[in-house]
């Protein structure tokens, strides 16, 4: 789910502070070439928030105002003014998140415009994840955290219980990324994007793609794999192939798919979950098991890579937010979840990082939205962006495909048998 991008130069535009519900200003030759989209084309209206009792803030912005603040980064990027600007005595932020996953201008922005310096560790998969969190006193500010390891967090105490007073982005979440069963009510943490993994296949090398997870076992793709490094994803399809939950905790079907995930590993030429579009695109690999964001970055800059959800379903996932116990910079922490996804700035998501974004805020500022941009991803208006992300079945995923797929959850007592089968596995033994 990762790439690094050097970001967008924008065209100009007359700055006017409206809110978003009224038209798009054109842009302007005269004005600077890097000037923020202080107008969006529509409103961005808000998805209807959770009752108070669980998720809703306990002060909403009623709409959205984009204002530029004036601060421009390296690449010539004019930062948005934080919408609220929150109150920050700290001048660092300590953060741990996965690889090639937050766009540089928005780490920019919030170090430009808050005079906040920004320390980032990083990890490529849920095990390094939860190996380091579970170890406590961190000194992690604000850290991803993926849905399967939140309830093992909570149970040891990892993450601080969220002030929803501080936190307005509450309101711009589509409600169907809230209130999960990993945490309900959303006591520790808030979405960052959602997903799936699937398989991805380059159709002009395999003009008959699999459509199902035990297709993959056909000798003839061996060597021409490439497998995200998701022990629970890849041990859960794997069950899924012999007719078993992806969460079973049975000892007899674990071993069964040990056995038979086994036979899959000559198939895989990479374990990747940094970018394995890379091996896509590069002709290492033809096919694979890849994230989504992944997948739609490798289709746009070659079409024949296409994403299939295979008949047994989707594994489904969503990264979160959320505060470790102990962080020391909190007030830093609230002022940068609020404002790196204030609507003005998430939507540099779905340029850079295409996943499924639960901030339907962030997606409605794109609709519509003349503004032009460009980097290394992407040069088009947000509204041809917003139509690209609206009619692609990677980002957009339909609730039927979405209800169909299946979640890894927590599995308590019986995770080290699945961190055991994993150590065998890519030991090839």
């Known amino acids: 789910m990762k790439r690094l991008t050097c970001m967008k130069m924008f065209a100009g535009i007359a700055i006017s502070s409206i809110l978003l519900a009224g038209c798009g200003s054109q842009p302007t030759?005269?004005?600077?070439?890097?000037?923020?989209?202080?107008?969006?084309?529509?409103?961005?209206?808000?998805?209807?928030?959770?009752?108070?009792?669980?998720?809703?803030a306990t002060t909403a912005p009623a709409a959205?105002?984009?204002?530029?603040?004036?601060?421009?980064?390296?690449t010539g990027y004019n930062c948005p003014e934080p919408n609220p600007r929150m109150t920050v005595t700290s001048k660092v932020l300590n953060m741990f998140v996965w690889t090639q996953y937050i766009p540089q201008d928005i780490i920019d922005c919030f170090q430009l415009v808050y005079g906040v310096k920004i320390n980032r560790d990083e990890f490529s998969s849920a095990e390094e994840q939860s190996a380091k969190l579970s170890k406590g006193n961190t000194g992690y500010d604000v850290a991803h955290v993926t849905d399967n390891v939140i309830p093992p967090y909570l149970r040891n105490g990892i993450?601080?219980?969220?002030?929803?007073?501080?936190?307005?982005?509450?309101?711009?979440?589509?409600?169907?990324?809230?209130?999960?069963?990993?945490?309900?009510?959303?006591?520790?943490?808030?979405?960052?994007?959602?997903?799936?993994?699937s398989i991805a296949v380059n159709t002009d090398k395999v003009p008959n793609?699999?459509?199902?997870?035990?297709?993959?076992?056909?000798?003839?793709?061996?060597?021409?794999?490439?497998?995200?490094?998701?022990?629970?994803?890849?041990?859960?399809?794997?069950?899924?192939?012999?007719?078993?939950?992806?969460?079973t905790t049975d000892p007899k079907q674990l071993d069964q798919a040990k056995q038979k995930l086994l036979q899959l590993v000559p198939n895989v030429v990479k374990w990747d979950s940094d970018s394995p579009k890379t091996e896509l695109l590069d002709g290492t690999a033809?096919?694979?098991?890849?994230?989504?964001g992944e997948a739609e970055l490798a289709s746009r800059e070659n079409p024949a890579i296409k994403y299939i959800y295979p008949t047994e379903g989707?594994?489904?996932?969503?990264?979160?937010?959320?505060?470790?116990?102990?962080?020391?910079?909190?007030?830093?922490?609230?002022?940068?979840?609020?404002?790196?996804?204030?609507?003005?700035?998430?939507?540099?998501?779905m340029c850079d990082f295409p996943y499924t974004d639960p901030n339907q805020a962030s997606i409605n500022f794109a609709k519509g939205n003349p503004l032009h941009y460009k980097d290394d991803t992407c040069d088009s208006s947000l509204s041809d962006l917003y139509d690209q992300y609206m009619k692609s079945n990677i980002t957009n995923i339909s609730d039927a495909?979405?209800?169909a797929g299946h979640r890894a959850i927590d599995v308590g007592a019986a995770l080290p048998m699945f961190d055991q089968i994993w150590t065998e596995v890519k030991g090839g033994q």
């Open 29 to 56: 030759a005269t004005q600077p070439a890097a000037t923020q989209p202080a107008v969006a084309t529509e409103q961005p209206t808000s998805p209807q928030p959770a009752p108070a009792t669980t998720v809703s």
């Open 64 to 74: 959205f105002v984009s204002t530029p603040s004036g601060k421009i980064t390296a």
């Open 159 to 197: 993450l601080e219980k969220l002030d929803k007073s501080r936190l307005p982005i509450m309101s711009y979440f589509d409600p169907k990324y809230l209130n999960l069963s990993f945490d309900p009510g959303n006591i520790y943490t808030i979405p960052f994007e959602a997903g799936t993994s």
């Open 209 to 247: 793609p699999p459509t199902s997870w035990a297709d993959l076992w056909n000798p003839i793709y061996k060597g021409r794999m490439v497998a995200i490094d998701d022990s629970r994803a890849i041990i859960g399809i794997t069950l899924l192939t012999l007719g078993y939950d992806v969460n």
């Open 286 to 292: 033809d096919l694979g098991v890849v994230f989504s």
């Open 314 to 349: 989707t594994i489904v996932w969503q990264d979160n937010w959320g505060i470790p116990v102990g962080a020391v910079h909190e007030d830093a922490a609230y002022a940068w979840l609020n404002y790196s996804m204030q609507p003005d700035l998430f939507w540099l998501m």
């Open 401 to 403: 495909t979405f209800q």
